[in-house]
């Protein structure tokens, strides 16, 4: 019998109740042959019993200058980028195999960051949201679309709160483990009211383990453009052959998660190329909308090696598909995967 063991030193978070340290530290040891169903990460059957214990979170975490830089990324599953108004990019994070010990700046809702949610049946997490008649009414369409809300407004204090590491609305904060327990207490539990668990439907994807360093490719950076005009927000992935990551960049500064001290990392990147129109709904920065239902071209990044191949997703509800120019259905190395959706018409650089 194999073990793997693990040791890691303690995170210390600055919040109103002391020092939170990071709960996934400390001292792990058994088989790691779970696979996390999110992305493929294998870890042992003891962090399978607690993840099977609970749903997917998906939180709102933003990027704007004065927000950066975020807490807890590193540690979610997948992680989702897109426009949120002004050529300033938003995520969303999920989290399931993994524990954070604080998460931030939690932000508000954005319409088709929903579609995404109802991907994983997630608990979701944002500070309100935007909510103007019409088809950009993110807090209209939570309701509409049975959600499982975790709003800010909602359930408050001690389950967020506004640190003083910056000024609002850039410092909302929360930890998994306190989300997860007010998800609980809501009736988001691994099962619903019907005793159906979330994933009963749920539709993995692929995954494999990394190619070997001699068949791994020689990638050039990777430069990633949501808007041209607010090139701030245009990001850049840099592969690390020996380590088969792609680092993450806002033109030549890294991005830390303070959490961990990590560089902001990813094993596979998926770029979609979505249709980009406004929503027209008088609000003055103007809310946005992409085509996330149907298909389009996308861009998948691994092993130092790019697929051209596409996108597709039936409904609001299916779990969105990638394929290969062949129509095979892509394969994701093991570990964190970022999807990118830029508008129609933009150039990667790669």
Not at 151 to 171: C, E, I, M, S, V
Not at 255 to 272: G, M, R, W, Y
Not at 322 to 346: A, L, M, S
Request: glycine share 8%; net charge negative; aromatic share 12%.
């Amino acid at each position: 019998m194999v073990f793997n063991t693990v040791l890691k030193g303690p995170v210390n978070i600055s919040t109103p109740f002391g020092s939170l340290t990071d709960v996934t530290s400390g001292f792990e040891e058994g088989t790691k042959d779970k696979a996390c169903p999110l992305n493929g990460v294998f870890y042992t059957k003891n962090r399978q019993e607690q993840w099977t214990k609970r749903r997917p979170l998906g939180v709102m975490i933003e990027n704007h200058q004065d927000a950066r830089p975020p807490l807890g990324l590193s540690r979610a599953d997948v992680i989702y980028e897109a426009i949120a108004e002004g050529g300033i990019t938003r995520f969303l994070a999920i989290y399931l195999c993994q524990d954070t010990g604080d998460i931030a700046p939690i932000r508000s809702a954005r319409t088709y960051f929903l579609d995404w949610v109802v991907e994983y049946d997630a608990a979701y997490a944002h500070v309100g949201g935007a909510n103007t008649p019409g088809p950009a009414d993110a807090l209209g369409q939570i309701r509409d679309y049975d959600i499982r809300d975790m709003d800010q407004f909602g359930l408050g204090f001690p389950t967020y709160w506004r640190g003083t590491d910056k000024l609002a609305p850039h410092n909302v904060h929360s930890t998994t483990k306190k989300l997860w327990e007010a998800a609980e207490k809501r009736g988001f539990g691994s099962e619903d009211d019907k005793g159906l668990r979330w994933d009963k439907n749920f539709q993995e994807w692929k995954f494999k383990d990394d190619a070997t360093l001699d068949i791994r490719g020689e990638a050039k950076p990777i430069v990633v453009p949501f808007w041209t005009q607010a090139p701030d927000y245009t990001v850049t992935w840099q592969y690390d052959k020996n380590a088969n990551v792609y680092k993450r960049y806002h033109g030549q500064t890294a991005q830390i998660d303070p959490v961990t001290n990590e560089q902001l990392s990813a094993k596979s990147i998926i770029v979609q190329f979505q249709v980009e129109t406004s929503a027209n709904d008088g609000y003055p920065d103007g809310h946005l909308l992409y085509k996330t239902t149907g298909s389009g071209n996308a861009l998948i990044f691994m092993d130092g090696k790019a697929v051209r191949g596409t996108w597709s997703k039936k409904d609001r509800t299916k779990k969105t598909t990638f394929y290969d120019k062949e129509g095979q259905e892509i394969t994701f190395n093991r570990g964190q995967v970022w999807i990118e959706t830029i508008p129609v018409g933009n150039t990667v650089e790669y």
